[in-house]
């Protein structure tokens, strides 16, 4: 089959359309009929084959969903900078003795190579590029060492590809450090030959992993009007669709950018005379908040279809500055709350700006 041929047969799948690929046969030469009790099997195969799964590394959403199985979908969704690379940072560092495929067309392999040196070896972004930059032998050892024994199974392509080309990826994957354990696509709005719209190319790329029998983890933006100025995620944060082909679904927010638009607003209110004193109140107490989240990033799971599960609502994880870890968020020490709490009404206004963020 020439990749053309292949390419629409994909496209074809994406739609929606179920004669695009044409079935097996499975059960006494039958292409769809198989009997029940063969999930038996299946059921039992899942259960005592965990190391089939792959588990993210927070205790939380790994109890809850006890790993993305084969062929299962993991939807991870958040706006522009929410946090989504960092906590993908953090899955991959969890999963590095496994055979890991990432297509991320939309970032150079050399940042992804960079972040996950800083986040393994706990070295400030800005202190790695200014000794590499200096020529220091050690800061290009440690990247090497990063790449060579630290992620010796991840494969990372950044380059853009159709389905035909992925194909062929994974074929190489396979041939040189063996079949992938987890396939990673950053992120669903960049798929190619998958159909126009959103929900054609989750079907297209949940197929893509069936066929290769791999968890799937796929980063996705959410759209502007449900995602935007931190605002939690839901089932239907997902921009256009997507949500109803994923097994598991994972919202990543800032809360900062959602209490700084609170901050605004009642802001704009005061300046207008309109503020009333529960307002002055609400203000004073979401300047307190801001200054707890300046670096947090929040996650919870939105859907998991794994039997006897439970929904988990927001979790906050504190962001190493310039090293992209994440680690569970204790709070604000006494001390800065007590600063925090006793900051007049004056001095709150003049908060500092929102900090460029170094990780997406």
């Known amino acids: 089959m020439d990749d053309q041929t292949l390419s629409e047969r994909w496209s074809a799948l994406g739609r929606g359309e179920t004669l695009s690929l044409a079935p097996s046969e499975t059960h006494h030469g039958l292409s769809y009929y198989k009997p029940l009790t063969e999930a038996v099997n299946e059921f039992v195969h899942w259960a005592q084959s965990p190391e089939e799964r792959v588990y993210l590394g927070f205790d939380s959403l790994d109890r809850e969903m006890r790993g993305v199985a084969p062929s299962e979908m993991l939807l991870i969704n958040g ?22 495929v990432y297509f991320c067309p939309d970032e150079p392999r050399t940042l992804t190579l960079v972040k996950l040196a800083c986040v393994t070896n706990g070295i400030h972004a800005n202190e790695l590029e200014r000794a590499v ?4 032998q050690r800061a290009i050892d440690m990247l090497r060492n990063t ?6 199974y991840l494969a990372v392509f950044d380059q853009p590809m159709n389905l ?21 696509f950053d992120y669903l709005e960049l798929l190619q030959g998958g159909g126009e719209d959103v929900p054609s190319k989750a079907n297209t790329i949940k197929a893509f992993g069936k066929r290769h029998h791999v968890p799937l983890v796929v980063l996705h933006q959410s759209s502007r009007s449900s995602g935007a100025e931190g605002r939690k995620q839901t089932i239907s944060s997902g921009a256009y669709g997507g949500e109803q082909q994923a097994s598991h679904i994972i919202g990543v927010r800032r809360k900062k950018f959602e209490i700084q638009s609170q901050i605004q607003e009642l802001t704009e209110k005061l300046a207008k005379g309109t503020a009333n004193e529960r307002h002055l109140e609400r203000l004073d107490f979401l300047r307190y908040e801001e200054r707890i989240h300046e670096n947090t990033v929040t996650l919870n799971l939105v859907k998991c279809k794994r039997p006897a599960s ?17 680690t569970p968020f204790a709070g604000m020490p006494h001390e800065m709350s007590l600063a925090g709490r006793q900051e007049t009404e004056q001095e709150a206004m003049f908060s500092p700006v929102i900090q460029d963020m170094m990780f997406n």
């Open 164 to 184: 035909s080309d992925m194909e062929k990826a994974m074929g190489e994957v396979s041939d040189v450090i063996g079949a992938p354990s987890m396939m990673v």
């Open 147 to 152: 790449a060579i024994e630290q992620f010796p």
């Open 310 to 326: 439970s929904l988990l609502d927001d979790i906050d994880y504190e962001i190493e500055t310039g090293t992209g870890r994440l």
């Open 79 to 100: 706006y522009s900078h929410s946090g989504k690379t960092m906590f993908l940072l953090s899955v991959l560092a969890h999963n590095r003795n496994k055979p890991v």
């Open 133 to 136: 930059a200096d020529k220091d």
